[in-house]
Nanobody, 124 residues
């Protein structure tokens, strides 16, 4: 079993930066690929970014590439999502996920473990 808890969301203005964190517990964390997903109002959950177990390989959705950065600190059992140049269309509940076979799995069904999510609202 793996438990994931996201934090760091809130209400920000367009152009601002926010760093989300996801703390993991329950099972070995360092060997799991990790990912961030988001789900906006009336939209399906979509892949944002993924990272391999060692943190040296990353994969990003086209819409966030160049603005968002995923990273991890295995010693702290934590994965991060640094979000820069935020846009109103980034408004969503952001979820971290674990348990996929690869760090570039884009489908939510490919992940076994999920956090409860943290809300990020970007005003124009």
């Amino acid at each position: 079993q793996v438990q994931l808890v996201e934090s760091g969301g809130g209400l920000v203005q367009a152009g601002d930066s926010v760093r989300l964190s996801c703390a993991a517990s329950g099972r070995t964390f360092s060997r799991y690929p990790m990912a961030w997903f988001r789900q906006g109002p009336g939209k399906e959950r979509e892949f944002v970014a993924g990272i391999n177990w060692s943190g040296d390989s990353t994969y990003y959705a086209d819409l966030v590439k160049g603005r968002f950065t995923i990273s991890r600190d295995n010693a702290k059992n934590t994965v991060y999502l640094q979000m820069n140049s935020l846009k109103p269309e980034d408004t969503a509940v952001y979820y971290c996920a674990a348990g996929s076979n690869t760090y570039y799995t884009r489908s939510p069904s490919g992940y076994a473990y999920w956090g409860q999510g943290t809300q990020v609202t970007v005003s124009s």
